[in-house]
C-alpha cells in the first residue's frame, strides 16, 4: 500500500498575506477557492515538490505560526538561499551543526525545534556531506521552515 503525504495545512491569522508570501517565495498557487460560510481555502506546490501546502479560513483550530520544522531539499544550499534573499525572503545564514547531527531545525517565537545542547557552525558543512547544510526563514505568521541540503540520498529513498 502507498500512503502518500500530499498536503500540509498550515495555520495562518491573514489569508492574503501568507499568499502574497508564497508567491514571493516561488510556489506555484494551484487553487484559491472558497466554499462561502467562513471557508476559504488556498493551496501552494513548491517548485519540484510533490507535497503541497494549504492555508486559508476555516481550515484549522491550531494557533497561527505553531507549525516549525517544516523541510525543503535543495541540491545545493547557498544557491537556493541566494534565490530566496533575491526574492525578498528573510533566510538565515547557511549553517552546520558542530556534532555533525544531520537533523537542524527551526526556531521561531518562543518555538525551538531542535535538540537541545545542538550548536550551529556558519557555513555548509566542512566536508559537504549530505543532509547535513541548513537554512531557515519564517512566514509571517512564525511557521518555520528549515532549508536542508541533500547531495545523496540515503538508501531506502
Given amino acids: 500500500m502507498d500512503l502518500k503525504l500530499e ?6 491569522s491573514d489569508t ?3 499568499k502574497a508570501f508564497y508567491e514571493k517565495l516561488g510556489f506555484r498557487l494551484d487553487l484559491d477557492t472558497g466554499a462561502g460560510g ?8 513548491p517548485p519540484g515538490s510533490g507535497c503541497s501546502i494549504m492555508f486559508g479560513e476555516g481550515m484549522t483550530s491550531v494557533a497561527p505560526g505553531s507549525v516549525q520544522g517544516l523541510y525543503l531539499i535543495v541540491s545545493d544550499i547557498e544557491a537556493a538561499r541566494a534565490e530566496l534573499v533575491d526574492r525578498g ?15 537542524h531545525g527551526h526556531e521561531g517565537g518562543d518555538v525551538t525545534h531542535r535538540l537541545a545542547g545542538q ?4 557555513g555548509r558543512h566542512p566536508e559537504g556531506t549530505s543532509y547535513a547544510s541548513f537554512a531557515t526563514f519564517s ?12 547531495t545523496e540520498r540515503l538508501p531506502g529513498r
Avoid: Y
Fill in 7 to 12: 498536503v500540509i495545512v498550515l495555520p495562518v
Fill in 16 to 18: 492574503d498575506r501568507a
Fill in 38 to 45: 467562513g471557508f476559504r481555502g488556498v493551496h501552494f506546490t
Fill in 89 to 103: 525572503i528573510d533566510v538565515s545564514d547557511v549553517f552546520h551543526d558542530a556534532g555533525g547531527v544531520l537533523f
Fill in 119 to 122: 550548536e550551529r557552525l556558519p
Fill in 139 to 150: 512566514d509571517p505568521d512564525g511557521n518555520g521552515w528549515v532549508l536542508q541540503e541533500i
